[in-house]
């Protein structure tokens, strides 16, 4: 008997070519956009990168987090802190809280990984509330009112505002295909393996050999490191941070949790459909102010009750189709081949 | 025969629930040893003493030599004390296949693509060879308790802890699974085995043990041990046979 293990499949080939063709307009986009749309597409791959993040976290760890937000204000800081004080370039800055964001996630781990499932979720929050009431007790940057670029640390970035405006472009598209990619990466490896198995049941990965606390820690680590330099990113293109806008919980957290319960939790392509009806939804409804919030509210509470495997897990269950195929599949080759 | 498994003193409480008192047992190396006991006497609990999943309020738990008591369940599995659980636990977003690679991988620690092969021969021996991309969510009872056995075997077992693994199917099914025991103690591994169908237990064991209220009231020959008048009282009228 012989064993083959698979994992592509044709619509997975095909989704490959599309998602690169797709790739590959986008980039181009400096060539055929407007600033508005940039800027826009900016925000669509921060918006997907968090998601990605949000997913991997809730999705496949088990670690329902409300408190990214803690990530992103500690990323946009980072930025602060190390072009102004430190007189870091932006790019290597940008970097740098990513790191940073990596090692706060240690101590805070330390504290929320003591709690379990709700208490876990108000634990995350409630640190990334004390970092909100830390940061506004800086005087240094701004304090509770907040802090703008220098200038000076504007024109390092580049030197004409388009430029500047292409350069943070760039850096946002790389941003959301590198979280969609270490995602997809991580899933296929042997460390997806037993993070799938955490996601279906705890006491029995563990008792197969699966260190669940360490596979924790470790996409808790890598998540705050993406995290930290989407918010980075975030506050580059914004030229301002304040603690309210740095540690948001609805604007990092909040719509990040609808994006992936809206897309699919648990599947890699839930936040690209997530994000992309998120943005629609904006684009139509933004002018109804509150009311936005609570149709986007009662939005993903019906499907949680209704589709919990999300708009993308409608499609994909019903048409077998993967776009990031993850499943190992067996074939048996020689004499019985007949398997299901 | 050397001795694989220890545990000396053990106690555990829930609250002030005594669930085992004091018990003292041992497991030889290759030896298939079973264990019965009425509802709630403290089997599966003591399953997870010696899994980890518990830690006892006394007393030690010792394998291959080694004291174990404080060290975590995933590294018992790896030291070789693979176990199936009472009620399944399937990864049931997982097909079969990958639920028995979470264990070749994690529990002996290899590369993903060398377990293949022998997670494959697994699925052969337990009969679930012609399921093995379905997802694990969609497997029939049975299934589920062939999987909570093959997934333990793709671990590397030194000692196999069966918990019930016939409880809830037909007669045919039961004595289905009982074969494939039989098959993979020919390879020599040792077990321990809960199950109230004691006919099928009988079958297969070296020797039983009985508990009941947590503690250890018999322990020796199978035959025996359904004779004794204890053991009588606890299952009236049920024979060994
Ligand atoms: N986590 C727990 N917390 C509190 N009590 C528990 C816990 N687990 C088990 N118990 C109690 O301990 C006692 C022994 O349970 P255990 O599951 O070990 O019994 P068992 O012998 O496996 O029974 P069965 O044959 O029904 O499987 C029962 O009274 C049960 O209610
Ligand atoms: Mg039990």
């Known amino acids: 008997m012989k064993y083959r293990v698979t994992t592509a499949t044709r619509t997975s080939r095909v989704a490959g070519l599309v998602t690169l063709a797709v790739l590959v307009f986008v980039a181009l986009a400096p060539q055929w956009g407007t600033r508005a749309d940039l800027r826009l597409i900016v925000e669509f791959c921060y918006f997907l990168a968090l998601a990605q993040m949000w997913n991997l976290l809730a999705g496949y760890a088990g670690l329902v987090s409300v408190g990214q937000q803690a990530f992103v204000g500690l990323g946009g800081y980072g930025l602060f802190v190390f072009t102004i004080y430190l007189g870091v370039s932006p790019l290597m800055a940008m970097l740098l809280s990513g790191i940073a964001a990596a090692i706060f996630a240690l101590p ?59 350069l943070i472009f760039y850096v946002g598209l790389a941003v959301a295909v590198f979280a969609t990619g270490i995602v997809y990466w991580i899933l296929r490896s042997r460390h997806g393996l037993a993070l799938t198995a955490i996601r279906d049941s705890e006491p029995a990965s563990e008792s197969l050999g699966v260190n669940n ?83 986007l509210g009662i939005m993903a509470v019906v499907i949680m ?21 993850v499943q190992r599949r067996l074939h048996v080759e020689a004499t019985r081949d007949k398997e299901a | 025969m050397a001795e694989l498994l220890r545990l000396d003193g053990a106690s555990k409480l829930f609250g002030s629930l005594v669930v085992i008192d004091d018990l003292s047992m041992h497991l030889d190396e290759g030896e298939a040893l079973g264990v019965i006991g009425p509802n709630g006497a403290g089997k599966t609990t003591l ?31 790896k030291m070789g004390i ?45 009969g679930l060879i012609a399921k093995a991309n379905r ?58 085995w809960i199950e109230h169908i004691v006919h099928a237990l009988v079958s297969v064991v070296d020797r039983l043990m009985v508990i009941n209220f947590g503690r250890l009231i018999e322990d020796g020959d199978p035959h025996a041990v359904m004779k004794s008048p204890m053991v009588q009282e606890i299952y009236m009228g049920i024979s060994a046979e």
């Open chain 1, 108 to 166: 805070t781990a330390f504290v929320v990984f003591r709690l379990r499932g709700a208490y876990f979720a108000i634990g995350t929050w409630v640190v990334a509330e004390v970092y909100r009431l830390s940061f506004a007790q800086v005087s240094a940057l701004g304090g509770g009112s907040g802090k703008s670029l220098p200038i000076s640390v504007i024109r390092s970035i580049a030197d004409s505002r388009a430029e500047r405006e292409v």
């Open chain 1, 305 to 325: 009750l209704k589709a919990p495997q999300g708009l993308w897990g409608l499609v994909a269950d019903r048409f077998g189709i993967q776009f990031f195929p």
């Open chain 1, 213 to 295: 606390f360490n596979a924790k820690l470790v996409i808790y680590v890598i998540a705050a490191a993406v995290t930290g330099f989407v918010g980075a990113l975030i506050f580059i293109q914004k030229l301002r941070i304040s603690p309210d806008a740095a540690f948001a919980l609805t604007d990092w957290t909040a719509y990040v949790i609808f994006i992936v319960v809206i897309g699919g939790i648990g599947r890699i392509e839930g936040p690209i459909i997530g994000t992309i009806v998120f943005f629609v939804l904006q684009e139509f409804l933004a002018e109804l102010g509150t009311w936005y919030l609570m149709i």
């Open chain 2, 135 to 192: 997802l694990a969510g969609s497997l029939t009872l049975l299934e589920r308790k062939r999987l909570e056995l093959a997934r333990a075997l793709a671990s590397g077992p030194r000692v196999l802890l069966l918990d019930e693994i016939a409880g809830g199917l037909t007669e045919a099914e039961c004595s289905e699974l009982v074969e494939t025991i039989r098959e993979i103690r020919t390879t020599g591994m040792s077990i321990i």
């Open chain 2, 47 to 77: 399953f997870n003493l010696i899994s980890g999943g518990l830690k006892p309020n006394a007393g030690t738990v010792r394998f291959g030599g080694r004291d174990i008591t404080a060290v975590s369940p995933h590294r018992r599995c």
């Open chain 2, 82 to 126: 693979g176990r199936s659980y009472q009620i399944p636990h399937p990864f049931e977003g997982m097909t079969v296949f990958e639920n028995l690679l979470v264990g070749a991988c994690f529990g002996t620690d290899r590369a993903e693509k060398q377990c293949y092969e022998p997670c494959a021969q697994i699925l052969e021996q337990t």
